[in-house]
């Protein structure tokens, strides 16, 4: 293991890492939050020794630093929300996460496919990563999860001999400022693919706008009535599609109303569904709110199949996500699409009808 | 008394050693997790998930407490509330221990958790909020799923007073980052850019911050975010290359490659809507204090490990003589560790489950 220090002494420093990135070794490097620990992520052996380093502190991802967007591209499919973020925030302390193209060594992207990509405010990685011209793996040099490295000695004195031996240059920028490790953001969910299997085209399409909050419930209420005089003998799937605030909560109100539900139905969102246990007419109310799920099959990990084996009202949010998947599923169940868009502060359209 | 929890309502799986209301271990799954998700960012729900990381979690949390399974006294596990797939794969785990080891089982409500977090001891037997409980108090749950005013008359005895009609405060963090198009989870994000934000710029309406009772609405203060918004984008679209995109359907914004806000607009605007939040919890709690006449106060939830909204809480009772328990920032988001605290007290007062075999997920359960 050799130390260098970066005063006085940037092109060796730079040279040298450079040297030991090309032969597969392990770097330490000093950023704007910690110190980091560095290989040629695409590099698969450099990669594996990393891995076999970083075995006893096992609860971060493997992102890597770049110089500039250009350079993520070639690695990475930027949606607007990274755009956005790049232009605004990088360089900086955050970690952005978007689609991987493939093009690191196996053990970087996640296992669905997503790498997170740095660009650190610190003059030394930009010059580095750019004359290097590949990215080289960021996760920081923690020890343990207690202890974010903000000097040599910190990494040195909580390192076993055999993880010594494993580093081959440490570049030493002394004691750095102690700011937090980086903000991972997660653009992915935002990915237009990922949001849409496919619009979904209403037929017998009904439109009606609604004035308040009152009304939408109302409306939900009533929707939730007829349903009921139907009397079918399958399972019901109410499939919202609308952007934040159009209401889909409120609606959801008057249909738990209409079934009988004394509880405050709150938002599933973070928990994904919520299920309420019903007397008469349905086994169930479940209220899912899908924009969480990374993939629309995801839904069957959820419960769905479950949820299909009896009479059940289930209300989906976000129901874009999984298109497909219900199309397949409209002989097991009776299923209405509602659409709910904004027309104005107080006033929502509401489109509803059975599929295309 | 050894305590092995487990707790997989959500996105984690959990597993936690505790010796009494002390804790020897605490492991969370994306601890095990290596590199092969996104550090929990991406949504880890799925049972599969729980499933295959509940052993590995167990096997650490004992290794790491040194202890083996035949010196456990009692398992305890979260029965609701959750996502119902997800808390069957817990219950089924220690249903499996309970029978295999013929330990007594302690069926645990996740609120509940939540509620004792602050109080939590480390293993030398200190409290890590440095604060005992002095009852009656108010407790403040507010998370990703759930935000309430709890009355605490003693440990098991409590009363919900007020609850989020809609969406908890945690999910309006993040449906405000997502509308501020900066990625997700929007919580340590908005937080992260409000630093240098301007907490007075945009002016949003507090929902509900004059109702006399103690419930929230973050949906109405989600959605005054985007009507801000939208007025802000209207008074500027002609500046944006004469392309108008609607921001009437939002999805139009979202699909679009522009950025409509500068980047001081947007730290101001995180910093606006954080400070609102703040303003209506503190408000509504600072309230149910006067109302009850308590003297000490809690806090608990993942939202408890913002920043901005610690110090105001603080900063409200400062004066006062009231104390306030805060969790350590560990023990704020989900854990097992507070699972165990709350079965230490239930089986100091022998509840325990007759029939394990019986025990059923109720994915609603909360207060009464």
Not at chain 2, 91 to 107: G, M, Q, R, S, T
Not at chain 2, 132 to 153: A, C, N, Q
Not at chain 2, 202 to 220: E, H, Q
Request: hydrophobic share 40%; glycine share 6%.
């Amino acid at each position: 293991m050799q130390i260098l220090k970066l005063k006085g002494n940037k092109a060796k420093a730079i040279s040298t890492a450079i040297k030991t990135l090309k032969e597969g070794g392990i770097i330490i490097y000093p950023t704007e939050t910690c110190y980091g620990l560095g290989v040629d992520a695409t590099n698969g052996e450099a990669v594996n020794k990393l891995i076999s380093y970083k075995t006893f502190r096992d609860d971060k991802p493997i992102s890597v630093a770049v110089t500039d967007r250009k350079m993520a591209e070639k690695y990475v499919t930027l949606n607007s929300t990274a755009k956005n973020l790049y232009k605004e925030y990088l360089p900086g302390p955050f970690t952005i996460v978007s689609k991987g193209r493939g093009k690191v060594a196996k053990g970087v992207e996640s296992n669905t496919g997503t790498l997170g990509i740095r660009i650190p405010k610190y003059d030394f990685m930009l010059k580095l990563t750019k004359v290097f011209g590949k990215p080289i793996t960021a996760t920081s040099a923690n020890v343990s999860y207690k202890k974010t490295p903000y000097s040599v000695k910190d990494i040195l004195t909580h390192t076993t001999k055999k993880q010594q031996a494993l580093i081959d240059l440490i570049i030493d920028a002394g004691t750095l400022p102690k700011n937090d490790p980086s903000t991972v953001i997660d653009t992915t969910l935002d990915d237009v693919n990922i949001l849409r299997q496919g619009s979904i085209v209403i037929r017998h399409k009904h439109k009606v706008i609604t004035h308040s909050e009152e009304e939408t419930r109302g409306f939900g209420e009533k929707l939730v009535e007829n349903l009921i005089a139907k009397k079918l003998n399958k399972p019901i799937i109410i499939a919202f599609q609308g952007e934040l605030g159009t209401g889909k909560t409120q609606m959801s109100k008057g249909m738990a109303k209409a079934l009988g539900i004394k509880q405050e139905i709150t938002s599933p969102t973070y928990i994904i569904a919520r299920e309420y246990k019903l007397k008469k007419n349905f086994a169930k109310f479940v209220h899912m709110d899908i924009y969480k799920l990374m993939e629309g099959k995801e839904i069957w990990d959820v419960g769905l199949a479950e949820m299909l084996k009896e009479k059940n009202l289930i209300v989906i949010e976000w129901a874009e996500k999984i298109s497909q998947i219900l199309k397949e599923q409209s002989k097991k169940a009776f299923i209405v699409w509602i659409n709910m868009y904004h027309k104005s502060e107080s006033e929502r359209i509401i489109e509803y009808g059975e599929f295309e | 008394m050894k305590i092995l929890a487990i707790e997989t309502s959500c996105d984690d799986t959990c597993a936690a050693v505790l010796n009494n209301d002390r804790v020897l271990s605490s492991v969370v799954s994306t601890q095990i997790s290596f590199h092969k998700k996104f550090g929990g960012v991406v949504p880890n729900i799925a049972k599969e998930k729980h499933k295959e990381f509940i052993d590995p979690c167990v096997a650490k949390a004992l290794k790491q407490a040194g202890v083996a399974m035949k010196d456990i006294d009692v398992l305890a596990v979260t029965y609701g509330p959750g996502l119902a797939v997800a808390l069957e794969v817990g219950i089924a785990k220690i249903k499996e221990l309970a029978k295999e080891y013929n330990k007594p089982v302690i069926a645990v409500n996740h609120l509940e958790g939540h509620l004792l977090s602050p109080f939590l001891k480390n293993s030398e037997g200190r409290i890590y909020s440095n604060i005992k409980p002095k009852f009656p108090f108010i407790s403040l749950i507010i998370s990703g799923g759930h935000t309430e005013l709890v009355l605490v008359e003693a440990i098991g005895k409590y009363k919900l007073i007020g609850q989020t009609l809609d969406d908890a405060a945690g999910e309006a963090f993040d449906k405000v980052a997502r509308l501020l198009k900066l990625g997700y989870p929007g919580g340590p994000l908005i937080s992260k850019v409000a630093e240098t934000g301007d907490r007075k710029r945009y002016d949003l309406v507090r929902p509900m911050i004059r109702s006399k009772d103690f419930n929230f609405s973050f949906s109405g203060l989600k959605t005054a975010c985007l009507l801000s918004l939208r007025k802000i984008y209207a008074s500027k679209s002609a500046k944006h290359d004469g392309e108008i995109i609607s921001f009437s359907t939002t999805s139009d914004y979202f699909d679009s490659t522009k950025m409509f806000f500068t980047k001081k607009e947007i730290s101001d605007f995180a910093a606006s809507f954080q400070e609102a939040v703040a303003d209506v919890l503190v408000t509504k709690l600072a309230r149910a204090v006067a109302k009850y006449n308590v003297k000490h106060v809690s806090i608990g939830g993942g939202v408890c490990a913002n920043l901005h909204i610690r110090k105001r809480i603080r900063q409200q009772f400062e004066k006062t003589g009231i104390d306030v328990a805060m969790p350590k920032t560990r023990f704020c988001t989900d854990n097992a560790g507070m699972i165990g605290i709350v079965a230490y007290h239930k089986a100091k007062r022998c509840e325990f489950l007759k029939d394990v075999m019986k025990l059923d997920r109720d994915p609603i359960l909360n207060f009464k």
